[in-house]
């Protein structure tokens, strides 16, 4: 039942407007289709290419649209819930499952994953799919045979999700730091090694874990691996630093029980110990793992965030008799104080003790949140989203009669508007390989030119007799999108052209006779015209 209601919470909504991030899976999947690779335009997107091929057996089966792209996601996120569901009922019982699954398959976080046609939501899944099998193999080992199968199964789980997203290997680092230790306590229980053998096998281990750190830092894989750890693309440089990032969207959406994770984490421990050490160890970790690392996205700890609700289930379910006995005082309480003077003195004390209880709920605003993520609703400071579909019938004619078409983001134009020549961006232009980083290098993904400065987008408007300049409205005023610089250049070459309010675009446009005959203007690349 819960499989279905989690279906049918994830598919409301489904063909709102896309995340630049998912035209990628979205354009590329067509790609496969057409031609066999994972083609945008001329260039070729390999990221998460099993996650492509996904999406591209759903526009096989139910046709191209957003719904059909964003189904493997519901669906991943959905089994996702059940699993955690039967996972919490097994070992705690069935209210533990419905508070930790419920809490999560409501959450704004399940949601927005479950809708992003991206692989978060498959990652999220084999993550926890090869958590739960080590969680198996530590306590329920079996025979020889099933140990090597799912230990096996456990691998390939963690495999497939950091092929897909790399901040897997933060998970997997977590599921180690409760395993390893667990593990060690239990070879040093047993006794069957002498004291003397089990100290020289602790030494040994000690000076292997030495000699692998001094052999990485001297080949400069250790140095690597902190670079990938920090380094921080322009657009997500603001939060770089920003350790407490999670903890702020923790506090703003779920203010009771995240101030009370603490405390759920120590009645979990006491009560339930082996899933609360398994699920506070692996969230804990991951947690402060991703808060110090350089690039920030709730999107980015998805991967963790079912353990979260797992600690509040566990530990809801233990204070569970002790809120009710508490509870079923305090009614007898007030209904001895309200019996001189009200009528029905019990009936009132249920609903004053009722409706704390509700406001203590409601207070977390999560599930407002979650109701305007699946309405396109944008919460400050928020934009709403952008929409080109709305603004494709004012520029269809312009995109058919102009030289050039430039854009802060090209995926949206290319996928909604059949054209996108060159991209504007600072951001994506410090992406670029070594090699193509120069202006007007071409962006493997997509195959077309990039430019950074506003040298280099001077030069497009100087030297094209005709174009377009395209931005979504949410990208007025950004850094490294359409700045103050960016507008203010655009302002002497190219005058605005107005589009439906509802689809959230800038645009300007710019028109000469003849193209100035200046040396700069050798070399542009030629155009989709």
Same mark, same amino acid.
């Given at each position: 039942m819960i499989l279905l209601a989690a279906l049918l919470l994830f598919s409301l909504n489904l063909e709102r407007p896309p995340h630049p991030d998912e035209l990628y899976h979205i354009l590329a999947a067509r790609g496969l289709l057409e031609t066999g690779e994972?083609?945008?335009?001329?260039?070729?997107?390999?990221?998460?290419?099993?996650?492509?091929?996904?999406?591209?057996?759903?526009?096989?089966?139910?046709?191209?649209?957003?719904?059909?792209?964003?189904?493997?996601?519901?669906?991943?996120?959905?089994?996702?819930?059940?699993?955690?569901?039967?996972?919490?009922?097994?070992?705690?019982?069935?209210?533990?499952?419905?508070?930790?699954?419920?809490?999560?398959?409501?959450?704004?976080?399940?949601?927005?994953?479950?809708?992003?046609?991206?692989?978060?939501?498959?990652?999220?899944?084999?993550?926890?799919?090869g958590s739960l099998l080590v969680y198996e193999l530590l306590f329920r080992p079996g025979s020889r045979g099933r140990v090597l199968f799912v230990g096996l199964a456990a691998a390939a789980s963690f495999a497939l999700a950091a092929e897909l997203q790399p901040t897997t290997l933060m998970g997997v680092a977590a599921v180690a730091t409760w395993a390893v230790p667990l593990l060690a306590w239990r070879w040093l229980?047993?006794?069957?090694?002498?004291?003397?053998?089990?100290?020289?096998?602790?030494?040994?281990?000690?000076?292997?874990?030495l000699a692998g750190l001094v052999l990485a830092w001297e080949s400069g894989l250790l140095a690597k691996a902190w670079h990938m750890y920090r380094s921080t693309p322009l657009f997500n440089a603001a939060t770089r630093d920003q350790f407490w990032f999670y903890h702020a969207r923790y506090i703003l959406f779920y203010p009771t029980l995240w101030a009370a994770t603490?405390?759920?984490?120590?009645?979990?421990?006491?009560?339930?110990?082996?899933?609360?050490?398994?699920?506070?160890?692996?969230?804990?970790?991951?947690?402060?793992?991703?808060?110090?690392?350089?690039?920030?996205?709730?999107?980015?700890?998805?991967?963790?965030?079912?353990?979260?609700?797992?600690?509040?289930?566990?530990?809801?379910?233990?204070?569970?008799?002790?809120?009710?006995?508490?509870?079923?005082?305090?009614?007898?309480?007030l209904d001895t104080l309200l019996g001189t003077g009200f009528p029905k003195p019990r009936a009132l004390a249920r609903l004053l003790v009722?409706?704390?209880?509700?406001? %203590?709920?409601?207070?977390?605003?999560?599930?407002?949140?979650?109701?305007?993520?699946?309405?396109?609703?944008?919460?400050?400071?928020?934009?709403?989203?952008?929409?080109?579909?709305?603004?494709?019938?004012?520029?269809?004619?312009? %995109?058919?009669?102009?030289?050039?078409?430039?854009?802060?983001?090209?995926?949206?134009?290319?996928?909604?508007?059949?054209?996108?020549?060159?991209?504007?961006?600072?951001?994506?232009?410090?992406?670029l390989p070594p090699d193509r980083r120069r202006e007007f290098g071409r962006d493997v993904r997509t195959g077309r030119p990039v430019i950074g400065s506003l040298e280099a987008l001077e030069r497009v408007l100087r030297c094209y007799r005709s174009g377009l300049f395209l931005a979504p409205e949410a990208h007025r005023g950004v850094a490294h999108q359409l700045s103050t610089e960016v507008q203010g250049l655009l302002a002497r070459y190219a005058e605005p052209l107005e589009l439906p309010a509802v689809a959230h675009v800038v645009a300007y446009v710019w028109q000469r006779d003849r193209p100035a005959a200046e040396r700069a203007c050798t070399g542009l690349p030629e155009t989709g015209r």
């Open positions: 994972p083609r945008i335009a001329e260039g070729l997107y390999l990221r998460a290419y099993p996650y492509t091929w996904i999406v591209a057996q759903s526009f096989a089966w139910f046709g191209e649209s957003l719904t059909s792209a964003r189904l493997p996601s519901v669906i991943a996120t959905a089994v996702l819930v059940a699993v955690l569901f039967l996972w919490l009922w097994r070992e705690a019982g069935p209210v533990a499952a419905w508070i930790g699954a419920g809490l999560y398959a409501t959450s704004p976080f399940a949601v927005q994953i479950a809708q992003f046609s991206r692989f978060y939501a498959i990652q999220s899944l084999f993550f926890l799919l229980r047993e006794g069957s090694t002498s004291r003397k053998g089990r100290w020289a096998a602790i030494a040994t281990g000690v000076a292997i874990l603490g405390l759920l984490a120590v009645v979990a421990l006491a009560f339930l110990p082996r899933p609360g050490w398994f699920a506070i160890v692996l969230f804990a970790v991951a947690f402060l793992l991703n808060s110090f690392a350089g690039p920030k996205s709730m999107r980015y700890i998805a991967y963790a965030q079912p353990f979260m609700f797992v600690v509040w289930g566990l530990g809801l379910v233990a204070v569970w008799p002790w809120l009710r006995a508490g509870m079923a005082r305090l009614r007898e309480r009722g409706s704390a209880l509700a406001f %203590l709920m409601l207070a977390n605003p999560f599930w407002l949140r979650t109701a305007t993520i699946i309405a396109d609703i944008p919460v400050p400071p928020e934009k709403p989203s952008t929409d080109w579909r709305k603004a494709a019938v004012t520029l269809a004619p312009w %995109l058919e009669r102009v030289e050039v078409v430039v854009d802060t983001e090209e995926l949206g134009p290319l996928y909604f508007l059949g054209r996108h020549d060159i991209l504007y961006s600072p951001s994506k232009f410090g992406e």
